[in-house]
Protein backbone atom coordinates (compact mmCIF):
# COMPACT_ATOMS: atom_id res chain seq x y z
CA UNK A 1 0.00 0.00 0.00
CA UNK A 2 1.48 3.55 -1.23
CA UNK A 3 1.70 6.58 2.02
CA UNK A 4 -0.40 8.35 0.23
CA UNK A 5 -3.60 5.80 -0.25
CA UNK A 6 -2.26 5.09 3.79
CA UNK A 7 -2.99 8.25 4.70
CA UNK A 8 -6.32 8.81 3.01
CA UNK A 9 -7.14 5.86 4.89
CA UNK A 10 -6.23 7.47 7.78
CA UNK A 11 -7.76 10.15 7.45
CA UNK A 12 -11.14 8.66 6.30
CA UNK A 13 -11.09 6.48 10.01
CA UNK A 14 -10.39 9.41 12.13
CA UNK A 15 -13.28 11.25 10.07
CA UNK A 16 -15.64 8.39 11.08
CA UNK A 17 -14.36 7.98 14.90
CA UNK A 18 -16.79 8.17 17.28
CA UNK A 19 -16.55 11.28 19.01
CA UNK A 20 -14.47 13.27 16.10
CA UNK A 21 -15.37 17.03 15.42
CA UNK A 22 -13.80 18.07 12.21
CA UNK A 23 -11.81 21.49 12.36
CA UNK A 24 -12.51 24.18 9.86
CA UNK A 25 -9.72 25.79 8.45
CA UNK A 26 -8.04 28.50 10.45
CA UNK A 27 -5.13 30.95 10.13
CA UNK A 28 -3.29 32.24 12.81
CA UNK A 29 -0.47 34.14 10.42
CA UNK A 30 0.80 35.08 6.94
CA UNK A 31 4.27 35.23 6.40
CA UNK A 32 5.95 37.40 5.10
CA UNK A 33 4.09 40.03 7.27
CA UNK A 34 5.26 42.98 5.20
CA UNK A 35 3.17 41.88 2.31
CA UNK A 36 3.95 39.65 -0.59
CA UNK A 37 4.66 40.22 -4.94
CA UNK A 38 4.92 37.67 -7.57
CA UNK A 39 7.34 34.83 -7.24
CA UNK A 40 7.61 35.35 -3.49
CA UNK A 41 7.08 32.57 -0.82
CA UNK A 42 4.26 32.41 0.91
CA UNK A 43 3.70 30.51 4.56
CA UNK A 44 0.26 30.72 6.02
CA UNK A 45 -0.07 28.99 9.83
CA UNK A 46 -3.23 28.07 11.36
CA UNK A 47 -4.84 24.74 11.66
CA UNK A 48 -7.29 22.84 9.82
CA UNK A 49 -5.67 22.22 6.85
CA UNK A 50 -5.92 18.90 4.99
CA UNK A 51 -2.74 17.27 3.64
CA UNK A 52 -2.59 16.82 0.01
CA UNK A 53 -3.35 12.80 -1.71
CA UNK A 54 -3.59 11.46 -4.57
CA UNK A 55 0.04 10.12 -6.51
CA UNK A 56 2.71 11.96 -5.54
CA UNK A 57 0.70 14.32 -3.10
CA UNK A 58 -0.46 16.18 -6.27
CA UNK A 59 -4.04 16.29 -5.49
CA UNK A 60 -5.05 19.91 -3.17
CA UNK A 61 -7.33 19.35 -0.67
CA UNK A 62 -7.49 23.24 0.00
CA UNK A 63 -8.16 26.20 -1.87
CA UNK A 64 -6.52 29.80 -0.84
CA UNK A 65 -8.96 32.04 -1.98
CA UNK A 66 -8.01 35.79 -3.02
CA UNK A 67 -10.75 38.24 -1.66
CA UNK A 68 -11.05 41.75 -0.85
CA UNK A 69 -11.66 43.11 2.97
CA UNK A 70 -15.21 41.88 3.59
CA UNK A 71 -15.61 39.71 0.64
CA UNK A 72 -17.55 42.13 -1.49
CA UNK A 73 -19.43 41.10 -4.57
CA UNK A 74 -17.19 39.84 -8.05
CA UNK A 75 -15.76 36.50 -8.97
CA UNK A 76 -14.20 33.82 -6.46
CA UNK A 77 -10.52 34.02 -6.83
CA UNK A 78 -7.82 31.27 -5.94
CA UNK A 79 -4.41 30.61 -5.70
CA UNK A 80 -3.74 28.01 -8.88
CA UNK A 81 -3.08 24.50 -6.64
CA UNK A 82 0.21 23.86 -9.06
CA UNK A 83 1.57 26.62 -6.87
CA UNK A 84 0.72 25.44 -3.62
CA UNK A 85 3.96 22.79 -3.06
CA UNK A 86 3.66 22.41 0.97
CA UNK A 87 0.80 21.19 3.25
CA UNK A 88 0.45 20.18 6.33
CA UNK A 89 -2.15 20.12 9.22
CA UNK A 90 -0.66 23.20 10.49
CA UNK A 91 1.16 24.81 7.45
CA UNK A 92 0.59 25.57 3.96
CA UNK A 93 3.88 27.00 1.65
CA UNK A 94 2.92 28.33 -2.08
CA UNK A 95 4.59 30.72 -4.51
CA UNK A 96 2.94 33.62 -5.09
CA UNK A 97 1.56 33.39 -9.00
CA UNK A 98 1.79 36.30 -11.45
CA UNK A 99 -1.79 35.50 -12.14
CA UNK A 100 -4.78 34.24 -9.77
CA UNK A 101 -7.33 31.92 -11.20
CA UNK A 102 -11.14 33.60 -11.21
CA UNK A 103 -13.81 31.37 -10.86
CA UNK A 104 -17.25 31.90 -11.90
CA UNK A 105 -18.77 35.38 -12.35
CA UNK A 106 -21.24 36.88 -14.18
CA UNK A 107 -21.36 33.51 -16.80
CA UNK A 108 -20.73 29.86 -16.16
CA UNK A 109 -17.65 30.12 -18.36
CA UNK A 110 -14.64 28.15 -17.70
CA UNK A 111 -12.17 29.76 -15.08
CA UNK A 112 -9.72 32.32 -16.42
CA UNK A 113 -7.28 34.55 -14.92
CA UNK A 114 -6.29 37.45 -13.44
CA UNK A 115 -3.22 39.68 -12.29
CA UNK A 116 -3.74 41.12 -8.88
CA UNK A 117 -3.62 45.01 -9.06
CA UNK A 118 -1.20 46.46 -5.79
CA UNK A 119 -3.23 46.80 -3.04
CA UNK A 120 -4.58 44.97 0.44
CA UNK A 121 -6.18 41.64 -0.01
CA UNK A 122 -7.34 38.96 2.06
CA UNK A 123 -6.41 35.17 1.83
CA UNK A 124 -8.92 32.56 2.89
CA UNK A 125 -8.19 29.22 3.12
CA UNK A 126 -11.16 26.65 2.84
CA UNK A 127 -11.53 23.12 2.66
CA UNK A 128 -14.71 19.73 3.07
CA UNK A 129 -15.10 21.53 6.90
CA UNK A 130 -15.54 24.74 5.77
CA UNK A 131 -13.58 28.26 5.32
CA UNK A 132 -11.05 30.34 7.78
CA UNK A 133 -11.71 33.62 8.40
CA UNK A 134 -10.09 36.60 6.23
CA UNK A 135 -5.97 37.64 7.09
CA UNK A 136 -5.66 40.27 5.11
CA UNK A 137 -2.15 40.99 3.09
CA UNK A 138 -0.50 43.52 1.07
CA UNK A 139 0.23 42.92 -2.13
CA UNK A 140 3.10 44.64 -3.67
CA UNK A 141 4.10 45.37 -7.35
CA UNK A 142 7.77 43.80 -8.65
CA UNK A 143 9.85 46.76 -10.08
CA UNK A 144 9.32 47.18 -13.80
CA UNK A 145 11.71 49.68 -15.60
CA UNK A 146 10.42 51.39 -18.53
CA UNK A 147 13.08 53.25 -19.76
CA UNK A 148 17.06 54.40 -19.18
CA UNK A 149 18.14 57.68 -19.63
CA UNK A 150 20.48 57.79 -20.91
CA UNK A 151 21.56 54.56 -22.31
CA UNK A 152 25.53 54.75 -22.25
CA UNK A 153 27.66 56.39 -19.78
CA UNK A 154 30.89 56.31 -17.79
CA UNK A 155 31.90 56.66 -14.18
CA UNK A 156 30.14 59.94 -12.66
CA UNK A 157 27.67 60.04 -15.48
CA UNK A 158 23.80 60.42 -13.73
CA UNK A 159 21.25 57.95 -14.66
CA UNK A 160 17.71 58.03 -14.82
CA UNK A 161 15.05 55.35 -14.75
CA UNK A 162 11.31 55.79 -14.80
CA UNK A 163 9.31 52.45 -14.41
CA UNK A 164 6.85 51.61 -10.97
CA UNK A 165 7.14 49.08 -8.17
CA UNK A 166 10.37 51.33 -6.72
CA UNK A 167 9.76 51.39 -2.97
CA UNK A 168 11.07 54.84 -1.13
CA UNK A 169 14.56 54.15 0.30
CA UNK A 170 15.66 50.33 -0.43
CA UNK A 171 16.14 49.64 -3.79
CA UNK A 172 19.46 48.83 -5.85
CA UNK A 173 20.68 48.92 -9.26
CA UNK A 174 21.87 45.49 -10.23
CA UNK A 175 24.54 44.76 -12.98
CA UNK A 176 23.84 41.12 -13.75
CA UNK A 177 25.59 40.58 -16.85
CA UNK A 178 28.74 43.14 -16.27
CA UNK A 179 31.09 40.26 -15.38
CA UNK A 180 34.22 40.24 -14.14
CA UNK A 181 35.02 37.75 -10.84
CA UNK A 182 34.97 34.18 -12.33
CA UNK A 183 31.38 32.73 -11.09
CA UNK A 184 27.99 34.25 -10.31
CA UNK A 185 27.91 37.05 -8.41
CA UNK A 186 25.13 39.90 -7.52
CA UNK A 187 26.91 42.98 -8.65
CA UNK A 188 24.68 46.08 -7.19
CA UNK A 189 24.57 49.96 -6.06
CA UNK A 190 22.59 49.77 -3.28
CA UNK A 191 20.24 52.63 -1.49
CA UNK A 192 19.07 54.31 -4.48
CA UNK A 193 16.06 56.35 -2.75
CA UNK A 194 12.71 57.03 -5.41
CA UNK A 195 9.92 58.89 -3.63
CA UNK A 196 7.19 58.69 -5.76
CA UNK A 197 7.79 55.22 -6.42
CA UNK A 198 8.43 56.00 -10.28
CA UNK A 199 11.52 57.79 -10.82
CA UNK A 200 15.02 57.21 -9.41
CA UNK A 201 18.54 58.51 -10.52
CA UNK A 202 21.95 57.42 -8.99
CA UNK A 203 25.47 58.14 -10.22
CA UNK A 204 27.59 55.59 -11.71
CA UNK A 205 30.14 54.96 -9.18
CA UNK A 206 33.37 54.21 -9.61
CA UNK A 207 33.63 50.72 -8.13
CA UNK A 208 30.52 48.77 -7.18
CA UNK A 209 29.92 46.38 -4.57
CA UNK A 210 29.42 43.10 -5.20
CA UNK A 211 28.40 39.82 -3.43
CA UNK A 212 29.77 36.28 -4.18
CA UNK A 213 30.18 32.78 -2.80
CA UNK A 214 33.65 31.87 -1.89
CA UNK A 215 34.63 27.93 -2.72
CA UNK A 216 37.97 27.89 -2.52
CA UNK A 217 38.06 26.32 0.99
CA UNK A 218 36.73 23.13 -0.58
CA UNK A 219 34.06 22.46 2.08
CA UNK A 220 30.84 24.75 2.56
CA UNK A 221 30.94 27.83 0.13
CA UNK A 222 31.30 31.01 2.10
CA UNK A 223 29.54 34.13 1.43
CA UNK A 224 31.62 37.36 0.64
CA UNK A 225 31.25 40.90 -0.51
CA UNK A 226 34.02 43.29 -2.45
CA UNK A 227 33.81 46.20 -4.48
CA UNK A 228 35.21 45.88 -8.97
CA UNK A 229 35.11 48.62 -10.99
CA UNK A 230 32.78 48.13 -13.88
CA UNK A 231 33.77 46.46 -16.79
CA UNK A 232 33.32 48.63 -20.22
CA UNK A 233 30.85 46.90 -22.67
CA UNK A 234 27.28 46.57 -23.08
CA UNK A 235 25.49 44.83 -20.48
CA UNK A 236 21.76 44.82 -18.59
CA UNK A 237 20.89 46.36 -15.38
CA UNK A 238 17.76 45.90 -12.89
CA UNK A 239 16.21 47.78 -10.20
CA UNK A 240 15.07 45.25 -7.47
CA UNK A 241 14.01 45.78 -3.83
CA UNK A 242 12.59 43.37 -1.27
CA UNK A 243 9.26 42.79 -3.37
CA UNK A 244 11.76 41.45 -6.09
CA UNK A 245 13.65 42.26 -9.50
CA UNK A 246 12.46 44.47 -12.46
CA UNK A 247 13.12 43.05 -15.71
CA UNK A 248 16.24 43.99 -17.38
CA UNK A 249 17.55 46.79 -19.67
CA UNK A 250 20.32 47.45 -21.97
CA UNK A 251 22.89 49.78 -20.98
CA UNK A 252 26.55 50.53 -22.63
CA UNK A 253 29.45 51.72 -20.18
CA UNK A 254 32.76 53.19 -21.72
CA UNK A 255 36.12 54.49 -19.86
CA UNK A 256 37.06 57.76 -20.97
Known amino acids: MNSALRLLIMLSVMMASPGFAAEAPVIHAVLPPEGVSVGQIVIILGSGFLPNTGPNYQTSNNRIYV ?36 MGGPSAAAATTEKLTPGTYCFTVGNIHGRSDQVAFAFHQTAVIVRVSPDAGTTGTE ?19 NKGMTGAAHKFIPGVPSPDGKHLRFTIPAEIQMRYLDYSGGGRPFPRQTTEKPRPGT ?22
Open 67 to 102: THPGYGPGAVKIIPPGYIFFVSIDTIKFTMPPEVEV
Open 159 to 177: ISIEGSGFTPTDNWIGFPS
Open 235 to 256: FKISVGNRYGESNLMSFIFYVN
